[in-house]
C-alpha cells in the first residue's frame, strides 16, 4: 500500500523560503509521475509542478520561483519555494501515480495516491 507523508509547511513572510518533502512508503518514485498541487481557501485544487523522467514541470505562476526534486535514495520528493508571497498561501499537497501519460500530468484527477496535505501561510 502506498502512503505519501508531506512536511515542512508553516507560516513565513513575504520573501521567505519553504521547503516542502514528500516522503513514500510502499513504492518506490524512481519511475513514477510525482507532483504538487495546492488548494487555496475558496479555491479549487491547481497545480504547480511535478517531476516526471527527471523533468520537471511547473505552473506559470511558480516558475522561477519553486524548484521540484526527487531523491531516488530517499523516496523523497522536494519542493523548494523561494520568494513567496500571499498568493501562495495554500494548503500543498503531494501525489503520485506511476501511469500517468505526459499530457494527464497537470490535471488532479489522474494522480492515484495522495498525501494528507501540509499549510504554507504567507503573511506579514
Known amino acids: 500500500q502506498v502512503q505519501l507523508v508531506e512536511s515542512g509547511g508553516g507560516l513565513v513572510q513575504p520573501g521567505d523560503s519553504l521547503r516542502l518533502s514528500c516522503a513514500t512508503s510502499?513504492?518506490?518514485?524512481?519511475?513514477?509521475?510525482v507532483g504538487w498541487f495546492r488548494q487555496g481557501p475558496g479555491k479549487e485544487r491547481e497545480f504547480v509542478a511535478a517531476?516526471?523522467?527527471?523533468?520537471?514541470y511547473y505552473s506559470d505562476s511558480v516558475k522561477g520561483r519553486f524548484t521540484i526534486s526527487l531523491d531516488n535514495t530517499k523516496n523523497t520528493a522536494y519542493l523548494q519555494m523561494d520568494n513567496l508571497s500571499p498568493a501562495d498561501t495554500a494548503v500543498y499537497y503531494c501525489?503520485?501515480?506511476?501511469?500517468?501519460?505526459?499530457?494527464?500530468?497537470?490535471?488532479?484527477?489522474?494522480?492515484?495516491?495522495w498525501g494528507q496535505g501540509t499549510q504554507v501561510t504567507v503573511s506579514s
Open positions: 501525489a503520485a501515480d506511476w501511469g500517468l501519460i505526459l499530457s494527464s500530468l497537470r490535471q488532479a484527477p489522474h494522480y492515484d495516491y
Open positions: 510502499g513504492r518506490a518514485f524512481s519511475r513514477a509521475t
Open positions: 517531476f516526471r523522467q527527471n523533468r520537471p
